[in-house]
């Protein structure tokens, strides 16, 4: 791949990531879904007993069995995209879509000594449509766009905490400088890690006509399952676009859940495809991270 192919990639990545939310849309309940998923990932199972000391928010509640029906469960789904360390002169926008390594190793820290348990989207599906129970504390870390810092800085840390994360990529890039490559995916499923899709080249699904928007939400999933042999059953919206039209194609692709980039922790079980995110950006200290979590 030339140079200037890979500064193109990038900059569409970084970009592409920076829209904002787009206005909410009316939600509409989900059609009941089908109560059999495939459990994508081992259940994490945190080594280290959690510290004894009570969380510092009196109003959080620890939970392991479903809500009723529409009623919301706070399952932080926490952002993040690049992990890397930038320097000062750095351009705000990349700043809002980073988090320096040493900043994602203390929130891990910090969320294993207040007790956090990471599950998998999978899981949270399965709490939601079969009433599977989950760890106390649930958290899902999401990763988006494949970049190679997902395997080489935010896999490693991870696993020093016991953690799993959700990583979505779009499959264009895969095997291509700064991304990741397929090895390195399969190695990170085989970790416990989940993958979802991220679409095959990253665009504005509302711009794209029905059939082109189909084959970029249907084909990443094929093509993910083919290459690492996993059920794909998590999608993520480029730019956080979506459309109620565009939901629907990715509940007829076979999904059970996808994720939008607004915020708030939140989740319910009319709300799986267009779930809540928190997005953590470079400037975000310690107490900052803290207050947005139940
Ligand atoms: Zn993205």
Redesign the pocket.
Known sequence: MTKQLWIILVVV?LV??ASPAPPATTVRPDAPLPTATATLTPSPEPSQTPSPSPSPNPTATPFITPPPAGRPAAIPILMY?HITDLAPTESALEHDWTVAPGNLDAQMSWLVEHGFHTISLAQLAAFFTGSQPLPQKPLVLTF??GWEDDYSTAFPILKKHNYTATF?V?TSPLDHKQFLSWSQLAEMVKAGMEIGS?TLT?PHLKDLSTEEAKKEIQDSKATLEKRLGIPITTF?Y??GDYTSAIVDQVKQAGYETAVSISGGYNQSSNQLFLLHRIRVSYKDTLPDFASRLP
């Open positions: 990545g592409g990531c995209h988006d766009d979505f779009y991220h990253h993520a480029p730019f």
